[in-house]
């Protein structure tokens, strides 16, 4: 127990001299260092921006997850990927209104859905104003509840408007500034083309959201879902669904998938021509996409951090070269092998760590540059507390890889020849 | 206790215990297929606080001996006391230690670290001592002052002169209190005035009881030392020792004494 203490107490002995021995020789040869470690420095910045980068990713669709609900389910058609409808025509595999008559007595997990259909961007007028290029969307008054954007002005669609295929509508903020509408605009008439519809609410602005589509550039239109076949006949058909829990989201996936496959007729062994996703589902997507592109990005960083060893490991060769006497010195005056391999072993490391303070700097400002790119969805990117680690951890174990060829040469020279080189 | 002894000069030790023992040691290097014998059977016997040079023309084999008795060479066959202990056994880190608790080296060109101060110089032995290491600035504080360098303390080997940073180099080599002080041509380097104060600082140690070695090839250096020993083709030619004790050297002492307190 006390050899033990006393042989940790000398490695930290000399491990703290040579912290401060490499520290001294890397401020002494300022230039050199810096090139070495530019390697380095490159490969932590860029891992650690990808890395930010995918992170605000993250965050940013898990707050969007939390704006639309966690039991929220889409269901849209989809070709299969085997089978003779592998190539089938989009249209061919449509929804039809009447796949999803009576869902909710055979889905138990299923709480609530709602059909909407996208009619495209149209230009709405009012008066002499008009504004292009309106995405106008028809839903069923369940789509209100589920996807959670509150009116802030008047009343949502109601069933009796469904019923009635009435011709109103819920526009959002921008739409009213954009056609100079008045604060309070409830009973207006506005033309999508050339049908007249009547305002009776206004929505709250949209959250930036990566679902449901678009940027902020574009306002938007609801519609009653079945009036909105009055505007064009043929339109495609989604749903959005919510499951009674999110304990029970998968059960309703299943549930939905079956009652679909009746309802479109699908064969048993056929494949299914739609598919149900819930968010999880989705968030496990990115995880598995932010996995690989971490993977690739970090194929890519391993590269450069390798070509930074060997730099750090020629400027090490150079560095016992030049040190030849000194090494011989300290061996005269009682230095084993094994301090004078560490010595020159976290003389390495020290010069990689600092690669990787420089590197995580850098990272830090590619980080906030990504961030402040409008536009780019990347405005929470940020380096977590792991990627640093992971950096330094990186740029250590370089260190010690290519350290160890050089501080074995050292530790190995003689002491005699060593005193007597030039 | 190797503190203390280096801390204050030591009373005269008056026994005859032999310091370095070498019996028929032989060195041979081997060049292609020739062999080279540097060292060809050498038999002595180092008392403690004895004041030896060792003289000798370039190939004489004076290098390889120093080399041997400082355990940075391995003699090829013979047997080497140091301290009583056989050193012809010993493994390398054991080597390193001996170098570093018995041994100290001062070389002819100086190799003081140039990024370090002459404290940091003399502190780096130290480093590498098992017990050395929470006094070393006290202790190389101390040992600068014993060798006339109080107030050079924070210089770099740069900012000193010659004979400066040879003191600074034998107080290094002086810091962990060793047995034995090599000196390899300790003035080679060195402009005559320097050397004889040089020689003079060497002169004192011995009076303060340490035991120095000397390899030189310059007579008026060999003789500050009681001992002269020549060497000639790897072996020891000749073996005087002068029975020179002359009362100026006790009235240097007391002036030295004098002057240090």
Known sequence: MRALMRALMAFLRLFYQSVYLSLGQIWANKTRSILTTIGIVIGVASVTAVIAALSGLKAKILTQVETLGSNTIFISPKRPETGPLQHAPYWSIRFLPEHFDGMLEHCPSVERFGRQTWVGGHTVTHRERSADNVSVRGIEPECHKIESRPVTLGRPLSVIDEMQVRQVCLIDPKLRNDLRLDRDCIGEPILIGHNTFYIVGVLEARPESMFGGGDQETSEIFIPFRTSFKLRRYLYVGVIAESKSAEVSDDARAEISFFLRRTRNIKPGEPDTFEVQSLKNILDMFNDIALKVTLVA????????????????????????????????????????????????????????????????????????????????????????????????????????????????????????????? | MIAAEADKPVIRPQNDKPVIKLQDITRVYKVGVESIHALDGISLELKENEYVAVMGTSGSGKSTLMNVMGCLDRATSGYYGLDGQDTTKLSDAALARVRNERIGFVFQSFELLGQLTALKNVEMPLIYSKNGWWSRRKRAKNVLERVGLGDRIKHRPNQLSGGEKQRVAIARALVCGPSILLADEPTGNLDSKTSESIMELFDRLHHEGQTIIIVTHEEHIAHHAERIIHMKDGRVDSDITSNRVPSDKTKMQNDERGGLS
């Open chain 1, 298 to 422: 970090g194929g890519i960083v391993g590269i450069s951090l390798l070509v930074g060893g060997v730099g750090i490991m020629n400027i090490m060769l150079v560095t016992v070269s030049e040190r030849t006497r000194e090494i011989g010195l300290r061996k005269a005056v009682g230095a084993k092998k094994s301090a004078i391999l560490t010595q020159f072993l976290i003389e390495a490391v020290v010069l990689c760590f600092v690669g990787g303070l420089v590197g995580v700097g850098f990272g830090q400002l590619l980080t906030t540059g990504i961030a402040n790119i409008p536009n780019v969805e990347l405005d929470m990117a940020y380096i977590p507390l792991w990627a640093i680690g992971l950096a330094f951890g990186f740029s250590g174990t370089v260190g010690i890889f290519f350290g160890m060829f050089p501080a074995i040469k050292a530790a190995r020279l003689d002491p005699i020849e060593a005193l007597r080189h030039e």
